[in-house]
Structure formats: C-alpha cells, structure tokens
DNA sequence: TTAATTTTGTAACATATGTTACAAATAACA
DNA sequence: TGTTATTTGTAACATATGTTACAAAATTAA
C-alpha cells in the first residue's frame, strides 16, 4: 500500500519515512471496494481527500433521462476530485464506481490542511495537480473553439514541436477523429481538403507540411 | 493600498494587522504601471505571485498572423494567473495590458509559498481560486458541448433554480447571444423553434417552462 | 499467396449554425 | 405625442459537420 500511495503525484517526492510519520499523525480511513461498488455519489458533499492508490474506477454521470455517460477513466494512484475539496459547491460532479476492486485512502479536508500546512512538497503537489488541471482544461476550451481544420493544423504542429522534425507520423483517422469528437468521415474529407489546398501531403502515413503559414493560421 | 489588498480573494478574511505583520516578513515589490504600458508579456516565465490592486487591465493574445485578440478583462483586485504560479510549463498564455493606470504588487512564488504555509486563511484561499476555475472551465467546456437549444435550456433551468419560479424573465437576444458566442440570428430562430415546439412559451420577455422534461433533456 | 479484416476515400444527403439584409415591433427620448 | 434608436423576427443563402452507405485500398491472418 505505501508503495502505491508513494507513486502518486500527491505524494511525489516523500519519502517512505515521512509518509509513515505523517500517517502516524493523520486521522484517515481506510476503504476497500468491490467491482461494480460505487466509491463516491453523484452530488454528495466532497468533505475528504479521496486518494484512490489501488484499482481502477470510471466517472459517470447520469442525465435526467436516466442514461448513464461515462466521463472519465481513472486509474490509481490517483486524487479523485481534488478541485472540489475546498470550493463551496463541493458537490461531485460525477458518481465513481469502481471497475475492478479498488482500494482508497480517505483524509478528511480539515485534516488534509493540515498535512499541507506541515509539508511543502504535498503542498506543492496539490497546488501542481489543480493548477495542471486548470491548465489543461483551458488548452482544451481553446482547442474547442477551433474548426476541424484548425484542431487538425494544431495537432500536426504540436507532432512537429515534439518530434523536431518537419515530417509527422499519422495517426488512424478512427483515432484522431476520437481525439477531436468528430465524425470519422468528417476527418477524412477534411483532409483530403486540406492536400488539396497545399497546406499538407501525406504519403504512407507520413505528413509533410508544404505551407506553414497557412497550418499556424488555421490553429491560430 | 492595503484596503484594496484586503478586499482581494487571496486576502479576504484577513485583517489589517496581519496583513501588516505578513507584510513585514515578506519580500516583496510594489509596482506602478501607466495606461497602455505592458505588464506582464506571453510567454515570459512566471516567478511572481502577481496581484494587481489597482487598475483594469486586459489579457491579449498574439496569434501566428499577429493580429492580436482580447481574451479576458482583468478588474482589480485580482491575482494574475494563479494556475500558472506553480506549474511546469509556467509561460503566461496572455500579455498583461494596463488600460488604465494599474499598480501591483509582486511576491517571489517561494516566498508566497512561506506565506501559505504560515497562513491558513490565504491558504484556504489560494487554493479555493484555483478550484474554481476549474470548476468554472468544467463547467463551460460541458455547456460548448452542448447544442444552442441545449444551452439555451440549460440557461433557462438555470434561472429557474436561481429564482425558484417557474416564470423568467428573458435578456435581450444580443447579450443571450453574446453569452453563448452563437449569432443573434441563430438564436432568434432557435428560441422561435423552442417556441413552436410548445417546450417554452415567451411573453413579455417572460419565459414560461411548458415542457420541463423536454427541457431537461435538451440540456443533457 | 489467398482470404478475411480493417482502414480509407468519397458521394449524397441531413442538420446546425453563420451571414446578410430588411421590415416589424418595441423602447427611449425630445 | 411623435421621432429616433434599438431589438426582434424572418428569409435566403452559405458553410461546417454529421450520417449512411459502399467500394477501393491496405493490413493482417491463415
């Protein structure tokens, strides 16, 4: 168990003493859960830091005509809702339900301030891992905004800034037309189109960018 | 100064005398910045915990082309972008633009993280303005997934639970429009369908709810 | 290598929303 | 009250993306 809480990005950084000096001075509950068990309660109070460090749980929300959605996947180790702890509407914003059985370490917020008062390095993760949050969410809002074109031109931009080279590997339409919520046949037409205007050339799965201007436009 | 300070988020619930005292303790810069001067420029690092106190200011954005957008208005008192402090990449997304006189003051973000561990209150309140823009970026990314009707129903439930009846009254077309960065138009025909699908009724720039579980529905 | 499976391109049509323009209705004001 | 400015409804057309269907191409398995 300590292993796994110690892998989290919650705990980055502790080392394994200061995590058991810290739980000698923490009140905190221990919780196992089976498959098909639901962890935490669509609109019930966040009051705990719920570190689920074993399993693996998916969010789901259910919408008034009853159907379930499913909005996210997590796998441990992970903080399960860490931007609701100390907000006023606390309330989840999905149901948790465990996929495999799971196992979960509950400390509550008073006493999570506490340990974040104490130790600078969980502090430090804590702020990180809502802030990334904060981060990410609004790159996605951007992306968002973006017509099919666009978030087209900036995913080949970002392949391009990470891999340094000037030619991208391809990803299957079925995949990026995923990745963007699209539909599939949308994605390719819209390729085809953008060959045809000259902005990019694919060949075996290669992308080669032949108007840069025009890719950084369309991503903005 | 030290009234617009205590009226800020990252302040409130501190009184005068600690402010002093923290003051007192920490390293910190006072800044002045005249109308039309840049404070803070995209894509710089950011190493200070930044609150403008005083002053508008506005966030813009250059894009590839040049042409600059405005992303967000920036009223003291505020922090400049809290999400960023504490993260890997912690480029500014924005250049920080006075449009009227702004004075600021500067805290190096180690030394800002002294002061949250000293100080519960700013603590509690760091990490609540993070949070919520989180919550508030969830929020929004789940309403751009919706169609105009749905956001339109989820703006009418919305004002429903807010006034607890189940009249409304309706905004002009252009501000609703705005809101949701649809085309007044487009929202002028939609609120017509709504109409002639006896799911809502408009009088008066009253809204009457005809239908609530269709409603609902639009509105996931 | 052949057969089976998966991926891709494309056409035809459906739907949602944007754009422009203008007239009708309403509100604000002199 | 009449005049002006603003807001609303609506039509006609443009564009982006979704949906369905199917054949061609590529990949994988036998």
Known sequence: MEEQILASRLFKGISMEELRELFKQTHYVKKSYSKDSIIVFQNDRCINMILLYKG????EKI??????????????????APAILYIKDNRYPVSVYAVEACEVILIPRDEFVRILQTNKQILFNFIEIISEQTYFLTKK???????LKGKIADFILQQR?????????MWSH???ANLFGVARPSLSRT?????QENIIEIENK???IKNLPALRKLAE
């Open 63 to 80: 919408n008034y005509a009853g159907k379930v959605i499913v909005v996210e996947e997590l796998h441990a180790p992970r903080v399960l």
């Open 141 to 147: 809002l951007a992306l968002y905004k973006l017509s």
């Open 206 to 208: 290669i992308v080669k």
């Open 56 to 59: 693996k749980a998916i969010g």
């Open 174 to 176: 079925q995949r990026l």
């Open 191 to 195: 390729i085809t189109e953008m060959q």
């Open 161 to 169: 800034e990470m891999s340094g080279k000037n030619e991208i590997s």
